[in-house]
């Protein structure tokens, strides 16, 4: 089914469709030989994509969410691991970029800058195994010292490690005045007190790189702390600034994984002369139908983020369940697609050398990233039911402003 899409949204994706052919080429040898792949990120940067939700005025392309979520979308449909490494860049820019619009932050203005002239690419590495990536708490430590803290803990998952020039991380400081609180902090990641430990080898999604990374009393400026939040409450500047946007940019990749291997499988069916096949063609019904229910919950979302409305009519509980709902939509439909798929693909989608079998491996991540289906539901349903998940942090909270 083909996408009524606006002008801009249009323009966007001719130009990722220059690096399309190039991500779809390496996608396989980047996944066999389980590296990161620093070669698309070139082309990523030379095409300007890197600076695609970078206000125009700061240097960048000026996408919005909306724009950003179809690029995405796209890049994933070539080189799933390579769009989703991207997204972790790109998103966090898209939203700093539509608060700098609200706000007018000096210091946010800095960073897009750095971001409009290519001299800056992101990772978020939050991720520790037993802590619930909702930025509620971490086993991550800040201990104060002079002019600043000491990180010291284990993350996992940390996705464009390899290739970041800015991390966001999180850490629990035992704040004598405050009590605890999960701080959220930029880190330089070329100062002493980290190491990145080669220990990701995963079913799919391999060529993110997402390795493990180690804090061993990393110094962070007291300037390095972008926020503190009291352990355990949800966060409203955590919604707005980062879910409001990773929930979206996962369901994008996760749906255009499947929309790769829809266009993937029409060439089979071409080929093998059963178009004509009307079980055939309600297989990719199916599958166009629920493409379109994800890219309709995706729009949705960019336009109630992009008009405040989401942060404005609901409450942060609510707002993180919306968030969850498009993800879950998103990265459900996407594993189901490629199992309806397998009805008409057949043989062919077990192959190690066939694009497919990388694709049906990479789209499982989908279903354990943040916010996955069991958290999700319990946010959706609690909210309905008037019961609090987590007390949200007061914004006037001590401490909180920072
Ligand atoms: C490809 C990929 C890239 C990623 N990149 C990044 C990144 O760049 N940065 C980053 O920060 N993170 C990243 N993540 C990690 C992600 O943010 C999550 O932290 C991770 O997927 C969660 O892993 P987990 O299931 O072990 O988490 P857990 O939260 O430990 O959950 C484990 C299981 O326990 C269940 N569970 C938890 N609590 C309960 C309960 N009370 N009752 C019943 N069941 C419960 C959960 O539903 C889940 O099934 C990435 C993940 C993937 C797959």
Same mark, same amino acid.
């Given at each position: ?65 909306? *724009?950003?979520?179809?690029?995405? *979308? ?54 520790? =195994? ?20 000491? =990180? ?29 609180? &999960? ?36 110094? !962070? ?69 629920? &493409? ?27 707002? &993180?369940?919306?968030?969850?709902? !498009? ?16 009805? !008409? ?21 989908? &279903? ?9 539901? *319990?946010? =959706? ?22």
């Amino acid at each position: 089914m083909r996408q009524c899409l606006d002008e801009r949204q249009q323009r966007f994706l001719s130009l990722t469709d220059k690096v399309v052919p190039a991500l779809a080429e390496r996608a396989g040898r980047h996944d066999r030989d389980n590296t990161f792949p620093f070669d698309d990120y070139n082309d990523l940067r030379e095409a300007g994509l890197l600076r695609l939700t970078v206000p125009e005025e700061l240097g960048g392309l000026g996408a919005g969410q909306a *724009e950003m979520l179809p690029v995405l *979308e796209r890049l994933a449909s070539a080189g799933a691991a390579t769009a989703l490494a991207y997204a972790m860049h790109v998103a966090p820019l898209g939203s700093w970029a539509l608060t700098w619009r609200r706000t007018g932050a000096p210091p946010l203005a800095q960073v897009l800058q750095l971001a409009g002239q290519d001299r800056l690419v992101l990772a978020a590495i939050a991720s520790e =195994i037993g802590t619930s990536n909702l930025f509620l708490d971490a086993k991550t430590t800040a201990t104060r010292t002079e002019g600043g803290y000491r =990180i010291t803990g284990r993350k996992n998952f940390a996705t464009n490690s390899s290739v970041a020039t800015m991390w966001a991380t999180t850490a629990r400081y035992e704040d004598p005045d405050h009590g605890a609180r &999960l701080l959220v902090l930029l880190v330089d990641p070329s100062v002493p007190g980290i190491t990145i430990e080669q220990t990701w080898d995963t079913l799919g999604m391999r060529a993110t790189q997402s390795n493990d990374v180690v804090f061993d009393g990393l110094f !962070v400026p007291e300037h390095g702390v972008v926020q503190s939040i009291p352990v355990g409450h949800f966060d409203a500047q955590v919604l707005e600034t980062i879910i409001c946007w990773t929930a979206p940019s996962f369901g994008a990749v996760y749906t255009g994984i499947a929309a790769g291997a829809l266009d993937w499988a029409i060439a089979q069916i071409r080929r093998r002369g059963l178009a004509g096949d009307p079980r055939v063609q309600d297989a990719v019904a199916d599958v166009e139908i629920m &493409l379109e229910v994800n890219r309709s919950v995706l729009q949705r979302h960019a336009a109630e983020v992009s008009s405040h409305r989401l942060m404005e009519q609901l409450t942060v509980q609510e707002g &993180l369940g919306r968030c969850a709902f !498009v993800k879950n939509v998103c990265t459900n439909n996407a594993a189901a697609i490629m199992t309806r798929l397998l009805d !008409v693909v057949g043989g062919a989608a077990y192959m190690r050398g066939q694009p497919f079998e990388r694709m049906w491996r990479d789209v499982q991540a989908g &279903l354990i990233m943040p916010i996955n289906n069991r958290t999700g539901k *319990e946010l =959706i349903g609690a909210s309905s039911l008037d019961v609090a998940v987590a007390p949200v942090a007061d914004l006037q909270m001590p401490g909180s402003e920072r």
